[in-house]
């Protein structure tokens, strides 16, 4: 792949003198905790082997190309450095200008523009967090060129910080702790409310991680993502008149039950009971997997994929689809939603000797239901971000 991008570089930017250098940050898929991040939860992804690739070189003057291999039809965009900081810059473009802009307001010191290519093979808009991914390369690559030193773990916030700020989605850290600390064959578990974490081993020898992307496209800005958090953070308000707690998180499952009727609204109800749930779900479901016993694991995942469609109502038609027609199969362990929702991907742990007939038989049921076929990628667990 490295070959393949560099080939293309020089021919969008030209092999002209200067030092060209190649980048590649992973994506990520939630294995469980989903939408507890931003309410001080746990959660426990990993990054995956597929993710995004930055061919970059240093100018000589304060002009910023960007070129996409997966948005061909733009062409290369030009933007200068005062022009990102003033907040210019939309479309796919705006992720990259918005690290940039971010390590401004951080006060790095970026003082030449640059050439960058970037080519993503995760499928763009599928919950796997290809914004979280070209954030990470992006800082990580600048980091390099420009030569200051960032810690991984301060490459994540940054990232987070641009895309809350510039981009105005409001996520929590998840997506852009697991792209910038993934380590191969270790998921990550991580308190979001003090970003303690440590690593879990993922111990699949006779099994498989498949993804299946509904192929129904998802923008977290435009979707009810931040007014699912916005429901939560009023049911927290409420539990505030009765309990000293500084987020959902801070609850077990007997805690909300004994004091959620201050919660008068059943909606708001339902989405703080996920996310009081899916938290200490998470927790026990690392130990099951510590203790070596997927099956308990995968019980996990269903019970995971049950409160996201009936409590948070984040799954939707093609998500509940997938799962169902996965669940029916014989060799899968577990199945659930992964991602913000709303289309976006599943996530599944099937037998070695089961893969090929649970993608057929779900393959060929999905399109049947929904009209159109769904992806399967079958992934392994990968590293954080690299030159390559």
Not at 214 to 238: F, I, P, V, W
Not at 261 to 281: G, S
Request: proline share 2%; glycine share 8%; hydrophobic share 40%.
């Amino acid at each position: 792949m490295r070959a393949k991008v560099l080939e293309e570089f020089k021919k969008k930017f030209g092999d002209n003198e200067g030092n060209i250098r190649v980048f590649f940050a992973p994506g990520r898929v939630n294995l469980i905790g989903e939408h507890t991040d931003y309410n001080g939860g746990h959660v426990f992804p990993c990054a995956l082997t597929i993710g995004t690739y930055a061919v970059i070189r240093k100018r000589q003057d304060e002009i910023i190309r960007l070129y996409s291999m997966n948005f061909v039809e733009d062409g290369i965009m030009e933007t200068t450095l005062q022009e990102v900081k003033k907040k210019q810059v939309t479309g796919w473009t705006g992720y990259p200008a918005g690290i940039v802009w971010s390590l401004f307001q951080k006060e790095f010191q970026i003082d030449k523009g640059f050439d960058v290519l970037y080519y993503g093979n995760i499928p763009n808009g599928s919950g796997l967090s290809s914004s979280a991914s070209i954030e990470v390369v992006t800082v990580y690559a600048l980091s390099k060129v420009f030569e200051f030193a960032l810690p991984n773990i301060e490459i994540a916030k940054i990232s987070q910080f641009s895309e809350n700020q510039y981009n105005q989605v409001n996520c929590g850290i998840m997506d852009q702790f697991a792209v910038a600390m993934g380590k191969e064959n270790q998921a990550i578990y991580l308190d979001t409310a003090t970003l303690e974490y440590r690593y879990a081993p993922i111990r699949l020898d006779d099994e498989k991680i498949v993804i299946m992307n509904t192929n129904k496209r998802r923008e977290l800005g435009d979707s009810k993502y931040n007014q699912r958090r916005m429901e939560c953070q009023k049911a927290l308000e409420m539990l505030q008149s009765v309990r000293d707690i500084q987020s959902l998180g801070e609850l077990t499952c007997e805690e909300f039950e004994e004091s959620k009727e201050v919660i008068t609204d059943m909606v708001l109800r339902k989405r703080a009971k996920h996310a009081v749930y899916e938290n200490q779900r998470t927790m026990a479901a690392v130990d099951a997997l510590e203790e070596k016993d997927l099956v308990k694991f995968g019980q996990f995942m269903v019970e995971s994929h049950n409160s996201l469609r009936d409590d948070y109502e984040v799954t939707g038609v093609e998500l509940d689809t997938l799962v169902e027609e996965t669940l029916k199969c014989n060799g899968v362990i577990g199945a659930r939603m992964t991602g913000a929702g709303f289309g976006g991907c599943a996530v599944s742990i099937v037998k070695n000797d089961a893969v090929k007939d649970v993608i057929e038989a779900v393959g060929e049921n999905y399109k049947k239901r929904i009209g159109y076929a769904a992806d399967f990628y079958v992934v392994s667990v990968g590293d954080g971000p690299k030159e390559l």
